[in-house]
């Protein structure tokens, strides 16, 4: 079965696309087949997995909704690209910018970037889909198409009054139009150990949104070799193969797999449980 998880956080510069490379390229260590899905018009994530000139890709995703949404047929791996260190990916770019405004206008606007991933996905185990930075229409067309979401916060900044709105519209699209969406959890990024502020907004998240926002035990530190590995096109597995963030970033990755494992079992137990 395909796990599609969108990474997502309204908020700009909280490591979404930086989780997005490590994760997937992790999964993808791992044995999994991944595919990344750059669903941002600044296309950071194509441009972060080398290919750095998105907007003169001839095929990206903008192609394909354009596609989904006129009913025009495509190849199954039209426009997707692959990546060195394992993933796929199926590029995003300024194009995006044009589609998200059309899709106000389109029957089943929510639902067109799940019907392109359904087309896609069982090439692979994982999707990981990166957001752009707002709750607009390529944003809630990710949740529509997730299983799960996980949110990306930035440990020095108290993330009050976004996450609220952010985990009111996932609420809104798990009642309205994917009822089998599930947050993973919040996974603290750029945590600068010589201050308390990680353990400061685990403590207010939970304190504001109780035992039912997970937030990851693993967390992301600060670290500039993590912040140099878009320019070079690599994940930081091969940057920096023996720093913190590459000790991290594959805790995580194994942190994300557990979970996919727990709710498997939790399901088994329910319907044994049933018969
Ligand atoms: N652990 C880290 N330590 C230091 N810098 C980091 C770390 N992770 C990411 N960065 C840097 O912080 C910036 C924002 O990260 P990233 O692009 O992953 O965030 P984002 O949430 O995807 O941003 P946007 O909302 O613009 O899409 C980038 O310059 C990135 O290189
Ligand atoms: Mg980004």
Redesign the pocket.
Request: aromatic share 0%; hydrophobic share 30%.
């Given at each position: 079965m395909t796990k599609v998880i969108a990474l997502a956080?309204q908020?700009?510069?909280?490591?979404?696309?930086?989780?997005a490379v490590n994760l997937g390229i992790g999964l993808a260590g791992d044995g999994k087949k991944v595919l990344l899905v750059d669903a941002?018009a600044?296309g950071?994530l194509t441009d972060s997995l080398g290919f750095h000139e998105p907007d003169n890709l001839s095929v990206s995703l903008a192609t394909l909704l354009t596609k989904t949404m006129l009913e025009e047929s495509y190849e199954a791996r039209e426009g997707i690209l692959h990546h060195h260190e394992g993933v796929d990916l199926m590029p995003g770019n300024i194009e995006l910018s044009a589609v998200e405004v059309s899709l106000v206008n389109t029957m089943s606007r929510e639902t067109i970037l799940r019907s392109y991933i359904d087309s896609v996905k069982a090439d692979y185990d994982y999707v990981l889909i990166?957001c752009?930075?707002s709750l607009g229409m390529l944003t809630i067309n990710a949740l529509a198409a997730a299983d799960s979401v996980i949110i990306?916060v930035q440990a020095h900044y108290l993330p009050a009054k976004g996450m609220t709105q952010l985990l009111q519209t996932i609420a809104r699209v798990r009642r309205q139009i994917n009822p089998k969406l599930v947050l993973d959890g919040v996974l603290l990024?750029?945590v600068d150990s010589r201050t308390k502020f990680a353990k400061d907004i685990s403590f207010i998240l939970r304190r504001d949104y109780g035992d039912k926002l997970r937030v990851f035990n693993t967390e992301?530190?600060?670290?500039?070799r993590?912040?140099e590995?878009?320019a070079k096109g690599k994940s930081i597995y091969v940057h920096d193969p023996d720093g913190k963030?590459a000790e991290a970033y594959a805790a995580f990755t194994k942190e994300v797999q557990s979970i996919g494992r727990e709710r498997r079992h939790a399901r088994q137990h329910q319907a044994d449980h049933s018969r």
């Open positions: 956080n908020k700009g510069g909280v490591g979404k696309t930086t989780t941002d600044q950071n990166d752009m930075p990306p990024t750029m992301i530190p600060l670290s500039v993590a912040a590995t878009s963030a």
